[in-house]
Nanobody
Framework: VQLQASGGGVVQAGGSLRLSCAAS????????WAWYRRAPGKERELVAG???????NYADSVKGRFTVSRDNAVKTLYLQMNSLAPEDTAVYYC?????????WGRGTQVTVSS
């Protein structure tokens, strides 16, 4: 499985961005599909995603501002990010866990200016 993230960029505080993660290859028993991020000087953290049973989970810091969605027909995961703040600045990574192991995509940089 290969994951290709896109949609990052530079935006002013209060703005919006939409990230996409396109998956390719054979996906065997998708168990988790999620967005993570790593801010400068910080550990990687979960942002939002789909977990067992299709349950969505969000980091407290993004609840009410970010929305994760997916289109299985085109094997793409999305992250709609609204009301962006400087603390959302990070490299965002797409992650998928399948029956054959975890996969990570190359990150996409999101920079929010104040």
């Amino acid at each position: 499985v290969q994951l290709q993230a896109s949609g990052g960029g530079v935006v002013q505080a209060g703005g919006s961005l939409r990230l996409s993660c396109a998956a390719s290859g054979t996906i065997f028993a998708n168990r988790q599909w999620a967005w993570y991020r790593r801010a400068p000087g910080k550990e990687r953290e979960l942002v939002a995603g789909f977990f067992g049973g299709g349950v969505t989970n969000y980091a407290d810091s993004v609840k009410g501002r970010f929305t994760v969605s997916r289109d299985n027909a085109v094997k793409t995961l999305y992250l709609q990010m609204n009301s962006l703040a400087p603390e959302d600045t990070a490299v965002y990574y797409c992650n998928m866990v399948t029956g054959k192991g975890p996969y990570w995509g190359r990150g996409t940089q999101v920079t929010v200016s104040s």
